[in-house]
Structure formats: C-alpha cells, structure tokens
C-alpha cells in the first residue's frame, strides 16, 4: 500500500467563487483517500462558513492573519505547516497571489512546492509599469514551483507562452465536482422562494467584479422579458461592484425581477430553481460554476472567451456569444426562454458532458499522481511521505 503524503494547501484569498470551491473539493478529496492534509487561509469573516464546512470533513484548517508584512507569529506558524508537508500546494486565485508565502515556502527548502494557477488578473493598474512589474511577480512565482497546474489546456499553453514556465512543468487538470449534490438537489423540492411564478428563471453565480461582466446581463434583462415576461434573474455571490449593479438594476426598474442573493452555500438547490446559467465574464479558465450547472442539467450562454469553450459545446450544451455584447447575451437567453424542449436537451446534454470528462475522482486522481511522482523525482523508489524525522 502506498504510503500517504502530508499535504498542506494555502490560499490568501478574502472571498468565496469556483477556485475556492475547487480547494474545497481537492482538499476534501484527498483526505478522504487518508492523505494528512492541511488547508492555510485568512481569518476574513466572509471564509467562515467555507472553513467550517472543510473542517466538518475532518481537514485541517488554520486561519491566519494573512496580510502582509504578516505578523512574526504567523510566519512562525506557515513555517512550521511547510515544514511539516511533503508538498505544498498553492492555490493562486490571482496570478500574483500568495507571493509572500511563496518566498517563505522556498526558505523552508523541504516541502516540494506545487500550485495551480489561475492566469487573470482582477485589477489591472491604470500604469503600465505597474502591470509589467505584476506581471514579473507572477513569472517569478511560477518559476518558484515545481509544477504549476492549469485548468484548460488554453491556460497550459498560456503558463508556458507568456509566464516562461518550462513545458515539463506546466499541466493542466479541467476542474470537477462530484454530482451527488446536485442530484440531491433536483430530487428536493425547489425553494419556492427563489422560483415564485417565473415560467424561466436565469441564474449568475460569480464574485461581483469587473471581470465577471454581470452589468451585461442587467442590461440584456429588460430584452429577455419581452420574450418572457415572466422570467426572473437570481445573482448569486457578492463583491466590490454590487453597489454598483444594485443602483444600475434599479434605474432601469428591475425591482423584483433581479435579485441579489449574496453568497450562499447551497448553490445545488438554486441552480436545481433555474432553467439557464449565464456567464457573461470578459475573461474565464473552465469555470467551476459552468461544469455546476451542467452537473445540474442546465444549459449555459457564456462568453466565447479562454478556456470556456473546453466546457461549453456550442448548440449542443450551451450558447457562446460575444463578451461584453448584451444584445447577443439577451437574443441566447432569449431563445431558451421561447424554447423549452431546446433547453432540457442542452441540460441532458452538459450532464452527460460532466459525467463524462469532468468527474471528480479523475481530478483528484490526476493531483494526487502528480504529487507523488514529484515524490518519486525527489527521492527514487519512495511513492509516499518524505523522511518523517526531518518534518518533524
């Protein structure tokens, strides 16, 4: 039998969307598989529930203040859980994230380092120097890792062309989930509180920021209704910009159509509410709410955009329009919401796709086989913990 691999994954991020669903599942899944596995994360309130529901699954969890410069007892406390691990593994929500504890991971020396990256940046500076000098920081940090992992194979190609991560090192492993939930959820009965008597109900889920293109959707909204009048928008998530959506909703007389929901920790049972799920982002990896909805046998419209189309079959389980084009957005939905037959079978559709190619044992398996073949590099003949003396 194999022996297990101490694990220790760190995040810095200060708000919940796909990546730190995805950390929930990876980490989740290999203690299941008896790995001894350790997730770092930030005190921030908005994390507690995430944290808590991790550490029901019996992982390890330690909140830190995580805002540098740190404080000299938690660089004591991250020292002491890399020293502790045979890998780390960083789950880098932006490309400059966790920069600090990067440095600190390679002082430590002992624990290979291994993280998977996500290429886009949420905030790009106005100067241009600033942006090379961001850019620079996440080439340094991807040279830092052993292995940097990707979730498309249009991001793979993106570590090596542009952040100069050498081909050997650069992978790529689409996201997955496990369905169990969301069968469960489709089997429950639907919260009439998020359906009422809207004949069509269209979902976002997303951190609302720029990126993630949600004024779009509010402004194809009004378009829709005339196909539909009926048709209601939920918008899962929350972030800098909701003010902001909340006033533009509002101005164009949305009240009681649109409704902001904020974060919740049951997305199986609203998306088993809808009939679509929209994406109108400006730039995506393979998003881990797409592969959601589709888990959920709803069709997609999304924006044509990076890694998107490695999930979305255009006609066959979804629609791919244009960024930032609210017409072409509101004639997709629009169209959905006149053809009913269409939309179940783009539903029947995505969940035999998900079914297919993004299940979460393939994932986990393909995460758990690159952590020990490093092992393997490391030490020849050794497929599991690294010299236990040593660690501790």
């Given at each position: 039998m194999s022996e297990p691999i101490r694990l220790t994954f760190f995040t810095d991020t200060t708000a919940i969307g796909g990546a730190e669903r995805f950390l929930e599942r990876l980490a989740i899944g290999l203690r299941e598989r008896n790995h001894p596995t350790t997730v770092i994360c930030p005190t921030d309130e908005v994390l507690d529930c995430w944290a808590q529901d991790i550490a029901a699954r019996h992982v390890r969890v330690a909140r830190l203040t995580l805002r540098?410069?740190?404080?000299?007892?938690?660089?004591?406390?991250?020292?002491?859980?890399?020293?502790?691990?045979?890998?780390?593994?960083?789950?880098?929500?932006?490309?400059?994230?966790?920069?600090?504890?990067?440095?600190?991971?390679?002082?430590?020396?002992?624990?290979?380092?291994?993280?998977?990256?996500?290429?886009?940046?949420?905030?790009?500076?106005?100067?241009?120097?600033?942006?090379?000098?961001?850019?620079?920081?996440?080439?340094?940090?991807?040279?830092?890792?052993?292995?940097?992992?990707?979730?498309?194979?249009?991001?793979?190609?993106?570590?090596?062309?542009?952040?100069g991560v050498p081909p050997a090192a650069a992978a790529f492993a689409y996201p997955s989930l496990d369905t169990a939930a969301f069968d469960a959820a489709a089997s429950a009965d639907r919260p009439p509180d998020l359906r009422a008597d809207s004949r069509f109900v269209v979902c976002m889920v997303g951190v609302m920021n720029r990126r993630k293109g949600h004024q779009y959707l509010i402004e194809a909204a009004p378009s829709i209704l005339q196909a539909e009048p009926s048709a209601r928008f939920l918008l899962v998530g929350d972030g800098e910009l909701r003010p902001s959506l909340e006033r533009q909703a509002e101005a164009a007389r949305l009240n009681g159509r649109v409704r902001f929901l904020g974060y919740r920790n049951d997305v199986p049972a609203v998306l088993a509410a809808s009939d679509a799920l929209v994406l109108p982002s400006f730039a995506e990896d393979v998003p881990l709410v797409i592969l959601e909805a589709m888990a959920a046998g709803l069709p997609v419209v999304a924006s044509d955009v990076g890694g998107v189309g490695e999930a979305v079959v255009h006609g066959v389980t979804g629609l791919l329009v244009p960024p930032g084009d609210a017409r072409a957005l509101a004639e997709a939905i629009a169209g959905l919401a006149r053809d009913p037959d269409l939309t179940r079978r783009m539903g029947r559709e995505g969940r035999r796709r998900v079914e297919t190619t993004f299940s979460l044992p393939r994932e986990i398996d393909a995460y758990e086989e690159m952590f020990r073949s490093l092992l393997a590099e490391e030490r020849p003949g050794h497929s599991g913990c690294l010299d236990r003396k040593a660690a501790a």
């Open positions: 540098p410069p740190f404080p000299p007892a938690t660089v004591r406390r991250i020292y002491q859980h890399f020293r502790w691990a045979d890998v780390v593994h960083f789950n880098l929500t932006d490309p400059n994230g966790c920069a600090p504890a990067v440095l600190l991971a390679s002082l430590a020396r002992r624990p290979l380092l291994t993280g998977t990256q996500n290429l886009l940046f949420e905030k790009l500076s106005s100067s241009p120097w600033k942006n090379r000098l961001r850019f620079a920081q996440a080439r340094w940090i991807c040279r830092r890792l052993r292995r940097v992992v990707s979730f498309s194979n249009w991001s793979r190609q993106l570590l090596v062309e542009s952040y």
